[in-house]
């Protein structure tokens, strides 16, 4: 067997640990065995300040998943609940089967950045008796006029993301969550997301969407310094359940994808206002060149227009409204009337989304050249509690 570098085995199932704690899979070539790559056995820790899942890099697989309290279940069931996810969450995350009677759906395949991300809804309040500790920033999304919402696709009491960077390993999670279900809770619905693979580039790039655009480019980063401020609930903040918490805005965002094809390169970038090649502003420069939204061209006209979708969703647009957008695409076949049933499942992350999601959409929804070619078909916002210390469960200072 070749290891690289510091890495020493550490078994039979071919694990290798390096000492910085990043692991790589051997593959076997018959006489030796040689790394494939690291991603199979790349470790996200479940126990933390945080819940994992919101700044982790994007994955290539994931799942989202909501979840209706069972009628005869409270508070008291809901705590057990939330306790056995986490419970599962934390061994697979660690790369452990769930538990004896494992589905060995993923056996071989490492925790592959496996996280599992858990949220409350507006409605589980009110069934487990808890109404009065509901934070205010959980009130219901507001309408928008573009929306065409599925109330079955839509909300529910209890959400969990999965996200991974290997399917089967994703699949493997939601089963397990699943079953954890027992009794306490049924599934409302399910949608199932895909990214680019890890190492599919040559070297680390934006992710891009379905319409083939670089999508995420001008998000906060960790590095900014009000990154925390706006991604997260503060330590002291209120509720004290949700301290370090955060605040998802969950989107099933589908694509006119015939219509958005047809429209010529030109047209597309000045839509997003981004050159589609390198998402490079159309303002000048390179993809992480500020946009200039004051810049006007030779012809006399805005380089980046009006209507583009990066001016109309900038802070600058927006009393200085932020979030972390981190989303998967989805594919569901094609629909009855031909067209692809694909998208944006649109995640964003927030310390309070009514001054977040909240604004930054009313403004896409009054004059957003890209919401032409888009329809809002289901949505969520969960209370996504701080994450949990070793031997706590997430969710534990609400419901205990
Ligand atoms: C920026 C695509 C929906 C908020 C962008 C960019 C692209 C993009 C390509 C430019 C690159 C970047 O900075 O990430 C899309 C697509 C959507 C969608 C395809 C739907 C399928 C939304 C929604 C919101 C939103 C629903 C929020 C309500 C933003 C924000 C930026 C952005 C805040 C950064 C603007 C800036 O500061 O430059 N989006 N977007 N997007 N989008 Fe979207």
């Known amino acids: 067997r070749r290891l690289l570098g510091t890495a020493t085995a550490t078994g039979a199932a071919g694990l290798v640990a390096g000492g910085t704690g990043v692991t790589a899979v051997l593959r076997d070539t018959g006489d030796e065995s040689v790394p494939l790559t690291t991603?199979?056995?790349?470790?996200?820790?479940?126990?933390?300040?945080?819940?994992a899942g919101i700044t982790t890099?994007?994955?290539?697989?994931?799942?989202?998943?909501?979840?209706?309290?069972?009628?005869?279940?409270?508070?008291?069931?809901?705590?057990?609940?939330?306790?056995?996810?986490?419970?599962?969450?934390?061994?697979?995350?660690?790369?452990?089967?769930?538990?004896?009677?494992d589905t060995g759906i993923a056996l071989d395949a490492g925790p592959s950045s496996l996280t599992v991300t858990f949220g409350f809804g507006h409605t589980f309040f009110d069934r487990t008796d808890l109404t009065a500790r509901r934070p205010a920033a959980l009130a219901p999304l507001p309408p928008f006029s573009a929306d065409a919402l599925d109330a079955r696709r839509s909300d529910g009491d209890l959400w969990v993301q999965i996200g991974a960077d290997d399917p089967l390993v994703a699949y493997h999670a939601l089963r397990a969550v699943l079953r954890d279900a027992g009794e306490t809770a049924t599934l409302r619905w399910q949608t199932r997301g895909f990214n680019r693979t890890p190492g599919a580039t040559a070297e680390p790039?934006?992710?891009?969407?379905?319409?083939?655009?670089?999508?995420?480019?001008?998000?906060?980063?960790?590095?900014?310094?009000?990154f925390a401020a706006r991604v997260f609930?503060?330590?002291?903040?209120?509720?004290?359940?949700?301290?370090?918490?955060?605040?998802?805005?969950?989107?099933?965002?589908?694509?006119l994808l015939d219509r958005w094809e047809t429209l010529p390169l030109e047209r597309q970038e000045r839509v997003i206002g981004r050159r589609k090649s390198d998402g490079a502003p159309l303002s000048g420069g390179g993809e992480h060149t500020p946009v200039?939204?004051?810049?006007?061209?030779?012809?006399?006209?805005?380089?980046?227009?009006?209507?583009?979708?990066?001016?109309?969703?900038?802070?600058?647009?927006?009393?200085?409204?932020?979030?972390?957008?981190?989303?998967?695409?989805?594919d569901d076949g094609l629909r009855d009337d031909g067209a692809p049933d694909a998208g944006l499942l649109f995640i964003a992350w927030q310390a309070d989304p009514r001054h977040g999601f909240v604004p930054v959409q009313r403004k896409l929804d009054r004059g957003?050249?890209?919401?032409?070619?888009?329809?809002?078909?289901a949505s969520a916002l969960w209370a996504v509690p701080g994450g949990a210390a070793d031997g706590e469960y997430v969710g534990q200072r609400l419901l205990e």
Do not use: C
């Open 292 to 330: 200039d939204l004051g810049k006007f061209g030779a012809d006399g006209a805005l380089a980046v227009a009006g209507d583009a979708h990066v001016r109309v969703a900038a802070p600058a647009s927006n009393g200085g409204a932020a979030m972390l957008r981190r989303p998967f695409s989805y």
């Open 368 to 377: 957003d050249g890209l919401s032409r070619f888009l329809r809002h078909e």
């Open 205 to 226: 790039r934006t992710a891009r969407n379905l319409m083939g655009q670089v999508d995420g480019t001008n998000n906060p980063t960790p590095a900014d310094d009000d």
């Open 57 to 101: 890099p994007l994955q290539a697989a994931g799942h989202l998943a909501a979840f209706d309290l069972t009628p005869g279940a409270g508070r008291k069931q809901a705590a057990a609940l939330l306790r056995r996810w986490s419970r599962t969450a934390a061994r697979l995350t660690a790369g452990e089967p769930a538990s004896d009677g």
């Open 233 to 255: 609930v503060p330590a002291a903040g209120q509720p004290d359940w949700m301290a370090n918490g955060s605040y998802a805005v969950f989107r099933r965002i589908r694509m």
């Open 39 to 51: 991603v199979g056995a790349t470790r996200v820790p479940f126990h933390g300040t945080h819940q």
